[in-house]
């Protein structure tokens, strides 16, 4: 069964079959549903990327405050505060500039992101910046900073950049901080390079305020990957990493075997840990991996690819995974559905044949079996989607285009197998990639909150809040059904 997109027009009520491609869908048919509430922060940032899809936590909240950070025009560390009861926003800068010290064109790379995680049971905000293999910056605000927030901020409530703990591996690249169901804080981070990295991770202990290390390789690199030349070195790109309501976590990936092409990538993997990562179960409930032990998840670990997606079909790496209601984990990624191989291999696919890359929908159904949905349009350029849980299990794919930021979502009732595409704003929002979501609003106040460019029209960046009722997205989405 194909997936039918149906969209609204002032009064009349119209459908709209597509068939899977890049250019079949016409973005000006579709009505803005607008934002429920739009805070800018800045006219002016970074004119080259703030928000990437490997960021996980970009935007967080705790009480009456949201948190986020970004690079200024400066290409300064700015850390933003804003009060979610008068949407009042105060903004710190930091004496650290992006890439300082490096080459100029490392201030057009895109790996340095800035992320934050929070730690309520001491009351610290946590940052770390500005890496592409190098070594680990991370610093955190004095205790008490989210739990007994000041009525103004300063650089008198952070600490100086520190180590995370002794021994941590370096050559640090996507740091990602993340919380379990009971907020206890954890930290993960590629150590090595692209093709040959190793992944790290971390817990936080709130009652002593350390960090110790649950496992400096989780993922190796070992293996022979035959379909690609023999490949003898990869590593795990992870979508997000996600705690479910019992404590869970579940981690779903790709491996890429050279840094060259992310034609290299292939297969969606999946595994999932119920004592914090420190051992990992397979699909199926068997262990793979013991920690403790000093064993990692590699190639050859039995029952981790859940479905085959070969090399050649340009599958996207660093996506986004989300979990509903029932603890289900869904992925939204983009590939072609049938591998292309180009005469010369490149890093991307050449560009008349990006029309051939498709957004997918894969879910993991209570007997631990693994679905595909059918192929979903991304308009051009191509960009990262991002997924998450509404009400009723249902699922919204986002994603940014020229003309803003649009939608696929789908609900529980018929398995998610009917796509209503919906177009979230106009062209004056926008960001890079996936930008990543308020995870508490959204599971405590059912609203997407996210952070923005607010200069989708305009010359330069600017930044942004930007906030949707996720009850009105499902309505107007089951209206068009």
Request: aromatic share 12%.
């Amino acid at each position: 069964m194909k997936p039918s997109f149906r969209f609204f027009a002032g009064a009349a009520l119209f459908s709209l079959a597509l068939p899977a491609g890049a250019s079949d869908l016409d973005i000006s048919k579709l009505p803005v549903i607008g934002a429920d509430s739009a805070v800018e922060v800045a006219g002016e940032s970074w004119h080259r990327f703030n928000w990437m899809s490997f960021d996980q936590d970009k935007v967080v909240s705790l009480g009456d405050f949201q948190y986020s950070a970004y690079w200024d025009a400066e290409r300064a560390l700015i850390v933003v505060r804003r009060d979610l009861r008068t949407d009042n926003v105060q903004s710190l800068e930091f004496p650290i500039r992006l890439a300082e010290g490096l080459p100029e064109r490392q201030t057009r790379n895109a790996h340095r992101n800035i992320v934050v995680g929070i730690s309520p049971g001491d009351g610290r905000l946590h940052l770390s910046w500005d890496h592409h293999a190098t070594d680990l910056n991370y610093t955190r605000s004095r205790e008490g900073f989210i739990t007994e927030p000041p009525a103004e901020i300063s650089l008198d409530d952070f600490e100086p950049r520190q180590e995370l703990t002794a021994g941590a591996p370096q050559r640090v690249t996507y740091p990602r901080f993340f919380n379990n169901h009971e907020e206890k804080l954890f930290f993960f981070y590629r150590s090595g390079g692209s093709g040959s990295g190793d992944i790290a991770l971390f817990e936080y202990d709130h009652a002593e305020g350390v960090w110790s290390i649950i496992s400096e390789r989780l993922f190796g690199r070992e293996g022979v990957y035959a379909e690609w030349e023999n490949s003898e070195s990869r590593n795990a790109y992870m979508h997000d990493l996600l705690f479910d309501r019992n404590g869970r976590l579940h981690i779903t990936w790709v491996y890429r075997e050279t840094f060259a092409t992310w034609a290299s990538n292939h297969d969606l993997h999946y595994a999932y840990s119920d004592d914090e990562g420190r051992t990992w179960m397979n699909n199926e409930g068997q262990l793979i991996a013991d920690t403790g032990r000093g064993e990692q998840i590699v190639l050859d670990s039995p029952g981790i690819r859940v479905r085959e997606i070969p090399v050649f079909s340009w599958l996207m790496n660093q996506c986004g995974m989300t979990l509903d209601s029932q603890n289900r984990p869904h992925v939204a990624t983009f590939h072609m559905e049938k591998p292309f191989r180009p005469e010369e291999v490149t890093h991307d696919p050449p560009a008349e044949e990006l029309h051939r890359l498709n957004y997918y929908h894969y879910w993991r159904d209570d007997d631990g079996e693994w679905h595909r949905g059918d192929p979903l349009p991304v308009p051009l350029p191509r960009r990262r989607p991002m997924i998450v849980a509404g009400p009723d299990d249902m699922i919204l794919i986002y994603f940014t285009t020229p003309q803003g930021i649009l939608c696929h979502v789908a609900t529980a009732e018929d398995r998610w197998r009917t796509w209503t595409t919906l177009r979230l704003t106009g062209p004056e929002y926008r960001f890079n990639d996936a930008s990543k979501p308020d995870r508490r609003r959204l599971q405590n106040e059912n609203v997407l909150s996210l952070t923005v460019d607010p200069r989708g029209e305009k010359e330069g960046r600017g930044f942004a809040f930007i906030d949707f009722d996720m009850a009105r997205i499902s309505a107007r989405a089951r209206a068009g059904k």
